[in-house]
């Protein structure tokens, strides 16, 4: 628990940035651009040093690192400059010192590392905001990658996450804007992810899982954990001798033919999605290796997404509508799955996706982005009132690095055409699978609780017919709002009638001559026009009155 000077820290550090970037290029971009394709040339503008706001994060903690990367796979929302130095996030960070380290390891599996370990090297592998890798030799000789999380980072993540949740908390109250875009829900799904990939017990069990899943794929590989060597803060694996796809020279897409790699990768990551709704969440390029057979490594399970069956599939759906260009049917789909009151621009919506979807036709991987697609989608419902689930989102991410490894492997691959392939194998199995016994057994449950309750209900409904009791209830037009309305204009027309009677009596007895006058006119005369008028101002007072009530409820 932040004490109350840490939070006051914590409050100044998030503010000071903020204000420092506010007029920046940064949210300008971000502003200006939020639902273009951003086709605008970097070269006409005079950025601001990117560099700085990669340092910036960097000196504010592992948290706002941790954003940062998430914000380098954000191309329709950050200039290309500042997406570069952001990128440098992901493997460039300050190292822990050997001796940390040691003891870190030593306390974690109780015994020496020189007894554990058969050699462990003293440089590490890679630097992370979370934690680092050193490569070692277990007593057996096998080869493995060590992950130790930094010193005090999970403290420090749920500081400055409870600062950032308080802070938007704020924004959703008071900002239009941040309703709009529902921050705090993204927030709160961003919150879960990081807080899972703290535990490094909870990593263990999703490269088993991962693992599992991918086993039929035999060109994708997923390291496994070594039992006995890893904790909630250090994580033993198995050690991939590979590269990350992106350093990939030109040469070797020209004498290697990657494309049945890349096949089976598109495969694995929508069986990931579709089929078991469990799928790797950080596909970043520091996270995915090609290793020296030609496989594909998916390295780093601390973040992963989980997808419900309802919302596999809706996702299902959406990507053989968007396979197949059609706008109308991924409209439909999006609203389908989304939340909206009378408020939200239907009719706009549906225009804005159907022009996204027909101009996407026709594109290479090197050009198309998927991911870029759906997060363009999620972008233009914020727009128009309508909010889609945060997993849409998460899964635009998910793709977005995806197109980014193919168009490296293969920069002409038909990434629409191998989708629409794969969901159609994917929705044929899925069909198959619910026609299997098992999956009756849920609705043969239903059928035998209806079966039991059936005659009970009928005879409840019987004889509170018999009874004259039956009643239906139907929520439409208010009667006695509307019988409220007619008499009210039925008074209304009444008083109307006497200050009309009273103006006319009036009118026939200014002709009779009287003793007892008024202002020279006869007397009761002058009362009945008097009487009159206040009657009919009164009455035109109390239907402007009633009246602007009226449009005030609305």
């Given amino acids: 628990m932040a004490t109350l000077p840490e939070k006051f820290s914590n409050y100044t550090k998030f503010i000071s940035f903020i204000l420092k970037y506010w007029n920046s290029d940064v949210f300008k971009a971000a502003s200006d651009n939020a639902l273009n394709n951003d086709n605008t040339d970097d070269s006409e503008h005079d950025y601001d040093n990117p560099q700085e706001l990669a340092e910036d994060l960097k000196i504010m903690g592992p948290t706002y690192v941790k954003l940062g990367q998430l914000l380098s796979t954000r191309p329709d929302l950050i200039p290309e400059p500042y997406l570069k130095a952001l990128e440098s996030l992901q493997d460039n960070v ?69 600062t950032l949740k308080e802070l938007t908390d704020v924004a959703v109250k008071h900002s239009k804007t941040a309703k709009k875009y529902a921050v705090n829900d993204i927030l709160d799904e961003l919150r879960y992810i990081l807080l899972q990939e703290l535990d490094y017990v909870k990593e263990a069990e999703n490269l088993v899982a991962l693992g599992k899943n991918m086993v039929k794929y035999t060109r994708i590989v997923v390291p496994q954990p070594i039992e006995g060597y890893s904790t909630s803060k ?9 590269q990350k796809i992106t350093t990939i020279s030109p040469v070797s897409r020209i004498e290697t033919n990657y494309k049945p790699l890349v096949d089976e990768l598109v495969a694995a990551y929508l069986r990931q999605i579709i089929i078991d709704g469990f799928a790797h969440a950080d596909p970043h390029p520091g996270n995915v290796h090609l290793t020296k057979d030609h496989k594909i490594a998916l390295m780093d399970l601390g973040m992963v997404a989980k997808f419900g069956p309802d919302l596999r599939e809706n996702i299902l759906k959406l990507l053989i509508a968007v396979s197949k260009f059609n706008g109308e049917e991924t409209a439909n789909v999006l609203l389908k799955m989304s939340e909206y009151d009378k408020n939200a621009d239907l009719a706009d919506f549906r225009k804005q996706i159907n022009r996204l979807v027909l101009d996407s036709q026709h594109k290479t991987a090197k050009d198309m982005q998927t991911g870029r697609l759906l997060i363009q989608m999620n972008k233009i419902a914020a727009e128009k009132a309508i909010k889609l689930p945060v997993e849409l989102n998460i899964l635009g991410k998910i793709l977005m690095n995806m197109d980014q490894i193919v168009a490296v492997l293969t920069p002409d ?127 035109v007072l109390k239907m402007m009155l009633k009246d602007e009530d009226l449009k005030l409820r609305k």
Wanted: proline share 3%.
């Fill in 234 to 242: 250090i994580l033993t694996m198995d050690y991939i001798d590979g």
């Fill in 94 to 162: 300050e190292v822990i010192p050997y001796s940390e380290v040691q003891k870190i390891v030593e306390e974690e599996i109780g015994q020496r590392i020189s007894k554990a370990f058969d050699s462990f090297d003293t440089e590490p592998l890679a630097s992370a905001s979370i934690g680092q890798v050193h490569l070692a030799v277990l007593r057996s000789g096998k080869k493995v990658a060590v992950k130790i999380q930094r010193p005090g980072v999970r403290t420090n993540f749920i500081e400055d996450l409870d």
């Fill in 413 to 539: 691959y038909d990434l629409q055409r191998a989708i629409e392939r794969n969901v159609e194998k994917m929705m044929q199995k899925k069909m198959l699978e619910e026609l299997k016994p098992k999956n009756f057994f849920a609705e043969a449950l239903e059928a035998k609780k209806l079966t039991e309750k059936l005659p009970e209900r009928l005879n409840i409904i019987t004889e509170r017919l018999a009874n004259n009791e039956f009643e239906i209830k139907i929520d439409a037009i208010d009667e006695q709002r509307l019988t409220d309305g007619f008499q009210k204009v039925a008074n209304r027309i009444s008083i109307g009638l006497i200050i009309a009677a009273l103006i006319i009596g009036a009118a026939l007895l200014m002709r009779i001559p009287s003793t007892f006058v008024i202002w020279g006119y006869p007397a009761l005369a002058m009362i009945l026009f008097c009487a009159a008028a206040v009657i009919g101002l009164w009455l």
